[in-house]
């Protein structure tokens, strides 16, 4: 029902930036919000950030004034700017279709991930 194309991500150092974008190609519903998750190994997966159409957002504590998420409505697209990344930000990265209600929460619709891994 949703076809995501993701792109971005790779190797970067500590306190460099990266920029991962999904744009969903297809899709049989309206989408109202997106937006990034991430799982390390041996970890769950958790939310990055989240945005609706209105432009609202939510980030996970632990990427606060670090990351800053974006959205091309007419494109069905989405962006993260990552910047100052930490090692502890090492994982992978899907992009998610959600739902607004406050806050953003998760659809089961998921790309296929892209690695971010930030290593000296």
């Known amino acids: 029902q949703v076809q995501f194309v993701e792109s971005g991500g790779g190797l970067v150092q500590p306190g460099g930036s990266l920029g991962l974008s999904c744009v969903i190609s297809r899709s049989t519903f309206r989408i109202n919000a997106m937006g990034w998750y991430r799982q390390a190994p041996g970890q769950q997966r958790e939310l990055v950030a989240g945005i609706n159409n209105f432009g609202d957002t939510k980030y996970g504590d632990s990427v606060k004034g670090r990351f800053t998420i974006a959205r091309d409505n007419a494109e069905n697209a989405v962006y993260l700017q990552m910047n100052d990344l930490k090692v502890e930000d090492t994982a992978v990265y899907y992009c998610?279709?959600?739902?607004?209600?406050?806050?953003?929460?998760?659809?089961?619709?998921w790309g296929a991930g892209t690695q971010v891994t930030v290593s000296s």
């Open positions: 998610n279709v959600g739902y607004w209600s406050d806050s953003y929460y998760a659809h089961d619709y």
